[in-house]
């Protein structure tokens, strides 16, 4: 075979031949990284890899950093001329002249600098040279003559295979940062001096960097490093032939087949952290610990001794710490697939982990598909849920779970619950229970738990497991959370550790000044894959405290922070997630959230946790407190008064005249509420809650000494009571407006009493609170609404309208009128409602404007709503939040309250409103616009419940034309027409009977619509009226192209209507036979005759009516079916008149009527029963 032709030309052919073979590897080695030489080792046979250029100027460098020029960098600079390599020793060598700067004593620090001396250092005796070859595959050593020892520039055979076989040097993960000054343990160390750092500083300085080059380690984590090739001792006992440095911990470290040290450096700010408990800075060694996935057993300290060292040539040594750590090795699950964990680590490969990864993901797209694995799985659960029973004597039980029967018989398709085995007649408190899950089998469970195979089926165990668990978790997991099944059997995966025989030698400076450390491994690699880089280090920790820091505590939690604003300038516009994957975990992120909220409330942030501090506001003067009592009732119960004292001073203005009060349960989780009284100062044009109080009772005696203790705190605070103007002489208030809570009434009203000055109200303070209700409550409009809503079902439009009217009642006499046309109802909903009005006969007075001994003018002049109190509970929970801590909840409030004074305090001073459009005739016309936006949606709302009629442009006439499908959505689901809201059927309902149509397979069957039967009551009118297009109703498999249509037959059912009379029957029918159809996926109703959208009558014009011809419809529940768009609905078109010469009396005309508007029917939301061959749809009648 001929020789291929080189690209190299003759001149560079022969320059290649000079270079000796080690000088191409280096070059190799500096140019190309070790996964790529690895995976291209044939590129490597010959030379035509080589860029001439470039390996010309490699070795120009090299030999430049060997020259006496370069190494005057270092602390002994050597004097004389030319290149040690090319000076030839012999048997005594001349001494060498070297200059060594003088050090300066510390009398003579301030003097002149002395000159450097020149001192001769005899040279030691040339070596004995050797070659070493390969010769039949045994090592031969060659001694060398001078000349030769001078002139060969060849290396050894093994040199050679050694270097052709050395591996990447790669490595790790995330750099974390913290650092401390202190070796082996946690102990705080004295902060290092200026001057020591100087030294270290000038000391790295003089190192010769000039032969590091960027290392081609691809650190996971993003980090960088340079490396030093060649033999190096960084101890007396330690040798290796790479230096690596790397700024920053690492999250995972190479094993390096080649003997490296790896120096990391901690010198920067952002590694000198501290303990957020023990305020100590971190030891080195703990940084480098707690950032490395992988876990070391160290104790704290490790095998520690003496060592020096020097972490780069040139370097004076530096006395350390010696720790020998010991990998803890894997833990996963006693069932895990060996595959995923026996390899053998020393490059930072990330294949195997990568495999664990996809392993884990399959697992859980599996788990549960099963009717065995969810057994196994609900089997886990009952196993973890120990059971908490005590018995008498203090013993625990120690029960276990079995099956036990259902009391009841059969439940949800289960006869048996988990119950525990420790339950006696004697001993029946406090056992767990667990219901059995729908999906978990009864059958086998019994079996699980009797440890008995579930199935014989093989094909239902499961895989080899996956489950490994993260090193830094270890055995603090005992079992795993997969399902296990061998042979049938439900097998519990308990998690063990597989150890790994790698060791790292850490080098910690004694000096805590010097931040930095040497890390030297074995030469035994990982027996386990790198483990998932979870672990969030020191510095993490503390950068995300530092976001926690710029938002705040109060009220946070980690998705408020996560997207805060201050968050993303802190983490360069990136969420945490972004920013370090570690920092995913929502746990992790939590816990630093409560221990950052604990760090500044060390109390906690319960009820209780309130108390130092109200203890700690009690020593500050009256203007300056904000917590003004924190009490206990007789019953326990808790009060807690806040408020700031400029706000309250509020309540005594002339401009305010009312006030609402009303607890709200959304701000605090727990116990506890958050009771607001709440104005509207007229003088700045804006509401304000000027007192809040945290309560837990809600009864008469509690709201009375709730009430108590604002009437105190406010004589302290301002020196009159709460001033209502009914009962306190130069009073403002008028009314108060509370919602429909009968405690809170009643006791506000005993409290104000205590208060009376019976000479100027004219009331004895022992006059009863239900008398005393009338005088200056108002309840909230809204809240005495909300029950009528849900008489809408029960009722006509017309008997709700004037239900709701109930408010504006004129007199006693049209009161009584009501009262009694509501009783002849004989709803017993609605009747209970009124006897509790009746019954507590202070709430009519309240609620009416005519029976409440409140002026007309003062009712007219005060709210009849809790509105601005509303408004207010919505206000804060924006600002501060919800669902709190009680501590969180008060100081947050604390916050709104005194900047809400501050604005308020400004604004009387300076004249600047915080709203300038809000004083009453902006308001009044914002709620003009708000009224009519609500009448004219309830106009729509009314309008929707009349279908739009369709009519044929051929009058009276039924074309039977095929049918036509209507359109598909998106997703491929069959549109209809939107379904309006029912109305009642003309005027009233009479009966329950269901729209239905049953549909059969066999062909001598007719379809049928049950219509239900309608009592007609309503004006004397003539019938004038249009008969329009009936309509086909339609099937179609989408799968077959097959179907069919046909026209629906109507009958009314014989039924007996509400009243007692029968209802009529009469022939409204319109009949035809149903072939035989296959299955189908798709069912449609459309217009006989086309287009979709068919043309409007021709005799009757459509015309936009607000008010006419209520629609009639007859309702089921909706079905299946995607709604069509409403844009060809924006006005109603009026299908039929009835004149006022109609005999509203005559049936015969109803019927005749009802039959022709029968013939425009409208069906939609269809569903299909292929069981019960039953299809339940909509029927709209239009009036």
């Given at each position: 075979m001929s020789e291929?032709?080189?690209?190299?030309a003759p001149a560079d052919r022969e320059f290649l031949d000079s270079v000796s073979a080690r000088q191409l590897m280096e070059f190799r080695n500096h140019v190309y990284s070790p996964v790529y030489i690895e995976l291209n080792a044939g590129k490597f046979l010959d030379h035509e890899w080589v860029d001439i250029s470039g390996l010309k100027q490699y070795l120009r460098r090299q030999t430049q950093n060997s020259s006496p020029a370069a190494s005057t960098t270092h602390p002994f600079a050597l004097s004389g001329s030319g290149s040690i390599a090319s000076t030839r020793p012999s048997a005594v060598s001349d001494p060498v002249r070297v200059k060594i700067e003088a050090t300066a004593t510390p009398a003579s620090a301030s003097l002149v600098k002395a000159e450097p001396q020149v001192?001769?250092?005899?040279?030691?005796?040339?070596?004995?040279?050797?070659?070493?070859?390969?010769?039949?595959?045994?090592?031969v050593l060659e001694l060398l003559s001078d000349s030769e020892a001078d002139t060969d520039d060849r290396d050894s055979d093994l040199e050679v295979m050694e270097a052709l076989q050395r591996t990447s040097r790669s490595s790790s993960t995330i750099p974390p940062g913290d650092a401390d000054d202190c070796p082996g343990d946690e102990s705080e160390c004295g902060e290092p001096s200026g001057m020591a750092s100087s030294e270290s500083n000038d000391e790295s300085d003089n190192c010769d960097e000039s032969d590091l080059v960027e290392s081609d380690t691809v650190w996971q984590d993003n980090g960088t490093s340079r490396v030093r090739i060649g033999q190096f001792r960084p101890t007396r006992k330690t040798s290796v032939e790479r230096m690596e440095y790397r700024a920053g911990p690492a999250a995972v470290y190479p094993i390096h087949r080649v003997r490296t040290g790896i120096v990391i450096d901690l010198s920067d700010e952002k590694y000198r952290l501290r303990d957020p408990t023990t305020k100590k800075l971190y030891s080195l060694m703990s940084i480098i610990i707690n950032a490395d996935n992988d876990s070391w057993d160290w104790g704290g300290g490790g095998s520690r001794a003496g060592a020096k060292v020097t972490f780069a040539p040139g370097e004076t040594p530096v006395d350390c710490w010696r720790i020998r750590c010991d990998c803890k090795g894997a833990y996963a699950c006693d069932q895990l697939d060996p595959a995923l964990r026996d390899i053998l680590r020393f490059e930072l490969d990330s294949g195997p982990r990568d495999a664990i990864i996809a392993a884990q993901q399959e697992t859980r797209r599996r788990e549960g598909n099963t009717a065995e694995e969810r057994v196994v799985l609900f089997m886990k659960v009952i196993r973890d849920a120990k059971c908490?029973?005590?018995?008498?004597?203090?013993?625990?039980?120690?029960?276990?779970?079995?099956?036990?029967?259902k009391p009841h018989g059969s439940e949800r398709n289960h006869q048996y619950f988990v119950g525990c085995s420790g339950w006696t007649p004697k001993f029946q408190q406090g056992h767990r229970t667990h219901p059995i899950p729908d999906n978990v089998d009864e059958d086998l469970l019994a079996n699980a738990l009797a440890g008995r195979p579930m199935t014989d089926d093989p094909a239902k165990d499961t895989p080899p497991c996956s489950g490994i668990i993260h090193p830094h978790t270890g055995l603090k997991k005992k079992y795993c959370s997969h399902a296990h099944i061998v042979n049938g059997i439900q097998v519990r995966g308990e998690i063990k550790n597989y150890p790994c025989k790698a060791v790292r030698y850490v080098y910690v400076p004694k000096d805590p000044s010097i931040r930095k450390v040497l890390i030297v491994h074995n030469n035994i690699g990982h027996t386990h894959p790198i483990p998932t880089l979870s672990n969030v280090s020191f510095e993490l920790n503390d950068t995300y405290r530092q976001c926690i820091k710029a938002h705040g505590v109060l009220g946070a939690t980690v998705s408020k922070i996560d997207n805060a604003q201050s968050t993303k300038m802190l983490l360069d516009g990136k969420t945490p997630c972004a920013y370090a994957p570690p920092l995913h975990n929502k746990r992790v992120k939590r816990d630093l959230l409560h221990a950052a909220k604990l760090e500044e409330y060390p109390h906690g942030l319960d009820v209780e946790a309130i108390i130092p501090i109200a203890q700690a506001e009690l020593l500050k003067s009256l203007p300056e407190r904000y917590i003004h009592s924190y009490i206990k009732t007789k019953q326990g119960k808790i009060i807690i008064v806040t408020f700031v004292p400029y706000l309250l001073k509020l309540l005594d203005d002339s401009g305010v005249t009312s006030f609402d009060g009303d607890a709200t349960y959304k701000g605090i989780v727990g116990k506890v509420n958050e009771w607001e009284l709440t104005i509207f100062a007229k003088v700045v044009q804006r509401a304000a809650s000027i007192l809040r109080a945290y309560i837990d009772g809600a009864s008469t005696d509690f709201f009375e000494e709730l009430?108590?203790?604002?009437?105190?705190v406010k004589l302290m605070v301002t020196g009159r009571p709460i001033p209502l103007k009914k009962f306190v002489r130069g009073g403002n208030l008028i009314v108060a407006n509370v919602d429909m809570d009968g405690a809170q009434v009643l006791g506000f009203c005993r409290a104000v009493m205590k208060y009376n000055d019976p000479e100027y109200s004219g009331f004895s303070n022992d006059t009863p609170p239900e008398e005393i209700a009338p005088e200056i409550i108002k309840l909230c409009w809204r809240h005495g609404?909300?029950?009528?809503?849900?008489?809408?079902?029960?009722?006509?439009?017309?008997?709700?309208?004037?239900?709701?009217?109930?408010?504006?009642?004129?007199?006693?006499?049209?009161?009584?009128?009501?009262?009694?046309?509501?009783?002849?109802?004989?709803?017993?909903?609605?009747?209970?409602?009124?006897?509790?009005k009746e019954i507590n006969d202070w709430i009519i007075p309240c609620l009416i404007k005519s029976q409440s001994n409140i002026s007309a003018d003062d009712w007219d002049a005060t709210p009849s709503t809790t509105n601005t109190n509303e408004a207010q509970h919505h206000w804060t929970n924006s600002h501060t939040g919800t669902k709190l801590r009680p501590v969180e909840a008060l100081e947050s409030r604390r916050k709104l309250d005194l900047n809400t004074a501050q604005e308020i305090e400004m604004s009387l001073r300076?004249?600047?409103?915080?709203?300038?459009?809000?004083?009453?005739?902006?308001?009044?016309?914002?709620?003009?616009?708000?009224?009519?936006?609500?009448?004219e949606k309830e106009r729509e709302s009314r309008d929707a419940t009349k279908p739009k009629a369709k009519a044929s442009s051929r009058r009276g006439k039924s074309t039977r034309a095929g049918t036509t499908t209507l359109s598909a959505s998106s997703s491929g689901r069959v549109k209809t027409r939107g379904r309006p809201e029912p109305a009642p059927v003309l005027p009233t309902q009479s009966d329950t009977v269901s729209p239905e149509l049953i549909v059969s397979p066999l062909p001598t069957q007719t379809t049928e619509v049950l219509v239900p039967d309608f009592t007609l009551a309503g004006p004397a009118v003539d019938p004038m009226f249009d008969i329009f297009p009936t309509f086909d109703f339609g099937f179609n498999d989408t799968t077959t192209s097959q179907g069919f249509n046909a026209p629906v037959t109507f009958r009314a059912p014989s039924?007996?209507?509400?009243?007692?009379?029968?209802?009529?029957?009469?022939?409204?029918?319109?009949?035809?036979?149903?072939?035989?159809?296959?299955?189908?996926?798709?069912?449609?109703?459309?217009?006989a005759q086309p287009p979709y959208q068919p043309p409007r009558p021709s005799l009757i014009s459509p015309m936009a009516d607000e008010d006419q011809n209520q629609g009639t419809t007859s309702h089921m529940p909706a079905m299946d079916l995607d709604p069509a768009p409403r844009e060809t609905r924006s006005s109603r078109i009026t299908l039929a008149r009835l004149p006022p010469t109609f005999d509203g009396s005559d049936k015969s005309k109803w019927e005749t009527f009802l039959d022709a508007l029968l013939n425009y029917l409208w069906a939609y939301d269809l569903e299909f029963d292929s069981e019960k061959k039953k299809i339940a749809f909509t029927l709209s009648l239009l009036g």
């Amino acid at each position: 075979m001929s020789e291929l032709p080189s690209k190299h030309a003759p001149a560079d052919r022969e320059f290649l031949d000079s270079v000796s073979a080690r000088q191409l590897m280096e070059f190799r080695n500096h140019v190309y990284s070790p996964v790529y030489i690895e995976l291209n080792a044939g590129k490597f046979l010959d030379h035509e890899w080589v860029d001439i250029s470039g390996l010309k100027q490699y070795l120009r460098r090299q030999t430049q950093n060997s020259s006496p020029a370069a190494s005057t960098t270092h602390p002994f600079a050597l004097s004389g001329s030319g290149s040690i390599a090319s000076t030839r020793p012999s048997a005594v060598s001349d001494p060498v002249r070297v200059k060594i700067e003088a050090t300066a004593t510390p009398a003579s620090a301030s003097l002149v600098k002395a000159e450097p001396q020149v001192i001769s250092i005899p040279q030691s005796p040339a070596q004995i040279k050797m070659r070493t070859l390969n010769e039949d595959g045994q090592e031969v050593l060659e001694l060398l003559s001078d000349s030769e020892a001078d002139t060969d520039d060849r290396d050894s055979d093994l040199e050679v295979m050694e270097a052709l076989q050395r591996t990447s040097r790669s490595s790790s993960t995330i750099p974390p940062g913290d650092a401390d000054d202190c070796p082996g343990d946690e102990s705080e160390c004295g902060e290092p001096s200026g001057m020591a750092s100087s030294e270290s500083n000038d000391e790295s300085d003089n190192c010769d960097e000039s032969d590091l080059v960027e290392s081609d380690t691809v650190w996971q984590d993003n980090g960088t490093s340079r490396v030093r090739i060649g033999q190096f001792r960084p101890t007396r006992k330690t040798s290796v032939e790479r230096m690596e440095y790397r700024a920053g911990p690492a999250a995972v470290y190479p094993i390096h087949r080649v003997r490296t040290g790896i120096v990391i450096d901690l010198s920067d700010e952002k590694y000198r952290l501290r303990d957020p408990t023990t305020k100590k800075l971190y030891s080195l060694m703990s940084i480098i610990i707690n950032a490395d996935n992988d876990s070391w057993d160290w104790g704290g300290g490790g095998s520690r001794a003496g060592a020096k060292v020097t972490f780069a040539p040139g370097e004076t040594p530096v006395d350390c710490w010696r720790i020998r750590c010991d990998c803890k090795g894997a833990y996963a699950c006693d069932q895990l697939d060996p595959a995923l964990r026996d390899i053998l680590r020393f490059e930072l490969d990330s294949g195997p982990r990568d495999a664990i990864i996809a392993a884990q993901q399959e697992t859980r797209r599996r788990e549960g598909n099963t009717a065995e694995e969810r057994v196994v799985l609900f089997m886990k659960v009952i196993r973890d849920a120990k059971c908490r029973a005590v018995d008498t004597k203090g013993n625990k039980c120690r029960g276990g779970p079995i099956l036990k029967p259902k009391p009841h018989g059969s439940e949800r398709n289960h006869q048996y619950f988990v119950g525990c085995s420790g339950w006696t007649p004697k001993f029946q408190q406090g056992h767990r229970t667990h219901p059995i899950p729908d999906n978990v089998d009864e059958d086998l469970l019994a079996n699980a738990l009797a440890g008995r195979p579930m199935t014989d089926d093989p094909a239902k165990d499961t895989p080899p497991c996956s489950g490994i668990i993260h090193p830094h978790t270890g055995l603090k997991k005992k079992y795993c959370s997969h399902a296990h099944i061998v042979n049938g059997i439900q097998v519990r995966g308990e998690i063990k550790n597989y150890p790994c025989k790698a060791v790292r030698y850490v080098y910690v400076p004694k000096d805590p000044s010097i931040r930095k450390v040497l890390i030297v491994h074995n030469n035994i690699g990982h027996t386990h894959p790198i483990p998932t880089l979870s672990n969030v280090s020191f510095e993490l920790n503390d950068t995300y405290r530092q976001c926690i820091k710029a938002h705040g505590v109060l009220g946070a939690t980690v998705s408020k922070i996560d997207n805060a604003q201050s968050t993303k300038m802190l983490l360069d516009g990136k969420t945490p997630c972004a920013y370090a994957p570690p920092l995913h975990n929502k746990r992790v992120k939590r816990d630093l959230l409560h221990a950052a909220k604990l760090e500044e409330y060390p109390h906690g942030l319960d009820v209780e946790a309130i108390i130092p501090i109200a203890q700690a506001e009690l020593l500050k003067s009256l203007p300056e407190r904000y917590i003004h009592s924190y009490i206990k009732t007789k019953q326990g119960k808790i009060i807690i008064v806040t408020f700031v004292p400029y706000l309250l001073k509020l309540l005594d203005d002339s401009g305010v005249t009312s006030f609402d009060g009303d607890a709200t349960y959304k701000g605090i989780v727990g116990k506890v509420n958050e009771w607001e009284l709440t104005i509207f100062a007229k003088v700045v044009q804006r509401a304000a809650s000027i007192l809040r109080a945290y309560i837990d009772g809600a009864s008469t005696d509690f709201f009375e000494e709730l009430f108590d203790e604002l009437q105190r705190v406010k004589l302290m605070v301002t020196g009159r009571p709460i001033p209502l103007k009914k009962f306190v002489r130069g009073g403002n208030l008028i009314v108060a407006n509370v919602d429909m809570d009968g405690a809170q009434v009643l006791g506000f009203c005993r409290a104000v009493m205590k208060y009376n000055d019976p000479e100027y109200s004219g009331f004895s303070n022992d006059t009863p609170p239900e008398e005393i209700a009338p005088e200056i409550i108002k309840l909230c409009w809204r809240h005495g609404k909300e029950p009528i809503h849900d008489f809408k079902s029960l009722v006509t439009p017309q008997q709700l309208a004037r239900i709701k009217n109930v408010f504006y009642i004129q007199s006693k006499e049209e009161l009584a009128e009501f009262s009694t046309w509501l009783y002849g109802l004989g709803i017993k909903k609605i009747t209970d409602w009124w006897k509790h009005k009746e019954i507590n006969d202070w709430i009519i007075p309240c609620l009416i404007k005519s029976q409440s001994n409140i002026s007309a003018d003062d009712w007219d002049a005060t709210p009849s709503t809790t509105n601005t109190n509303e408004a207010q509970h919505h206000w804060t929970n924006s600002h501060t939040g919800t669902k709190l801590r009680p501590v969180e909840a008060l100081e947050s409030r604390r916050k709104l309250d005194l900047n809400t004074a501050q604005e308020i305090e400004m604004s009387l001073r300076t004249g600047i409103l915080s709203n300038p459009n809000n004083d009453i005739s902006h308001r009044m016309s914002r709620n003009s616009r708000r009224q009519a936006a609500t009448a004219e949606k309830e106009r729509e709302s009314r309008d929707a419940t009349k279908p739009k009629a369709k009519a044929s442009s051929r009058r009276g006439k039924s074309t039977r034309a095929g049918t036509t499908t209507l359109s598909a959505s998106s997703s491929g689901r069959v549109k209809t027409r939107g379904r309006p809201e029912p109305a009642p059927v003309l005027p009233t309902q009479s009966d329950t009977v269901s729209p239905e149509l049953i549909v059969s397979p066999l062909p001598t069957q007719t379809t049928e619509v049950l219509v239900p039967d309608f009592t007609l009551a309503g004006p004397a009118v003539d019938p004038m009226f249009d008969i329009f297009p009936t309509f086909d109703f339609g099937f179609n498999d989408t799968t077959t192209s097959q179907g069919f249509n046909a026209p629906v037959t109507f009958r009314a059912p014989s039924t007996s209507s509400s009243s007692g009379t029968s209802s009529p029957s009469t022939s409204l029918y319109r009949s035809a036979e149903l072939p035989t159809f296959t299955p189908f996926d798709r069912l449609y109703a459309a217009l006989a005759q086309p287009p979709y959208q068919p043309p409007r009558p021709s005799l009757i014009s459509p015309m936009a009516d607000e008010d006419q011809n209520q629609g009639t419809t007859s309702h089921m529940p909706a079905m299946d079916l995607d709604p069509a768009p409403r844009e060809t609905r924006s006005s109603r078109i009026t299908l039929a008149r009835l004149p006022p010469t109609f005999d509203g009396s005559d049936k015969s005309k109803w019927e005749t009527f009802l039959d022709a508007l029968l013939n425009y029917l409208w069906a939609y939301d269809l569903e299909f029963d292929s069981e019960k061959k039953k299809i339940a749809f909509t029927l709209s009648l239009l009036g």
